[in-house]
């Protein structure tokens, strides 16, 4: 009995776990294994990080290249020019080249690809661009108190 019961159990988990990685709720368009939603309100990466937190998600961290290549082809595929912050920043502008993590739910996962176009980042100690954002030509850095971004949340 006992051990029927803790079948029962586990057979539940697994259907209650599977339902949930299939379906992304509304609004949230799924990308591969992955709901995001695309903001076009334009915000600094530190209200958007709040706004996606706000959302119930959090902004979006690609912490796979296949993650990050099926949002760039779905940004192409519907001709979508615009700019989204995303949950990539700089966290050590005194190391050269800086120290990329994606930043998502207390922590900083060290960015173990780059991707980033030609020439960047090109932020500096100097000319800090300690946040990432991406279109459908590449991820790219930027000012952090650079309001005029939309952004991309995940859930
Ligand atoms: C993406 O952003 C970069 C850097 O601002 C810009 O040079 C490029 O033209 C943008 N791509 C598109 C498709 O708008
Ligand atoms: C970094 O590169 C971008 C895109 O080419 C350019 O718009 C920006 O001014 C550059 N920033 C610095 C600090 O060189």
Redesign the pocket.
């Given at each position: 009995m006992l051990a029927f019961s803790h079948c029962v159990l586990v057979f539940c988990g697994l259907h209650l776990f599977y339902s949930q990685a299939d379906a992304c709720s509304h609004p949230y368009p799924k990308i591969g294994q992955s709901c995001y939603l695309l903001n076009y309100e334009r915000v600094t990466w530190n209200t958007a990080y709040m706004r996606c937190l706000s959302y119930g998600g959090h902004l979006a961290v690609f912490e796979t290249l296949d993650e990050l290549l099926l949002m760039s082809e779905d940004l192409k595929k519907r001709n979508d020019r615009r700019n989204f912050h995303i949950g990539g920043r700089n966290i050590n502008r005194h190391i050269s080249g800086g120290d990329w993590r994606w930043i998502w739910n207390g922590k900083m996962i060290k960015m173990n690809y780059y991707s980033s176009?030609p020439?960047?980042?090109?932020?500096?100690y100097?000319?800090?661009?300690d946040c990432l954002f991406i279109n459908s030509s590449n991820v790219?850095?930027?000012r952090c108190d650079y309001g005029n971004r939309g952004f991309a949340c995940e859930k």
């Open positions: 176009g020439g960047q980042p090109n932020g500096s100097a000319k800090p661009q790219f850095d930027v």
